[in-house]
Nanobody
């Protein structure tokens, strides 16, 4: 099982980034996919989720209207489009696959929002 995040980096406030998570080694289309983020000294926070078929999404209040999660089950990929970023969005972002009691994590990608 492997989840590989990419797309992080340094961006100015108000800018955008597109995070990708490539999955392999499990039946991607049957898992709920989530994005989490974590900053030093804080608990990991769920940012967005998308159901297995992509028909339903949910977001943390702090990112609603700015972030969009999507998935392509044919390509085993989940995307987090992040717009209008602010310094409070600075964190390591993690991709998570969840089904019943199974949970897989990626290694994370750093997002830094700074001028």
């Amino acid at each position: 099982v492997q989840l590989v995040e990419s797309g992080g980096g340094l961006v100015q406030p108000g800018g955008s980034l597109r995070l990708s998570c490539a999955a392999s080694g499990f039946t991607f289309s049957s898992y709920v996919m989530k994005w989490y983020r974590q900053t030093p000294g804080k608990e990991r926070e769920m940012v967005a989720l998308i159901t297995s078929g992509g028909g339903s999404t949910d977001y943390a209040d702090s990112v609603k209207g700015r972030f969009t999660i999507s998935r392509d089950n044919a390509k085993n990929t989940v995307i987090l489009q992040m717009n209008n970023l602010n310094p409070e969005d600075t964190a390591v972002y993690y991709c998570n696959a969840r089904k019943y009691n199974l949970s897989y994590w990626g290694q994370g990608t750093q997002v830094t929002v700074s001028s």
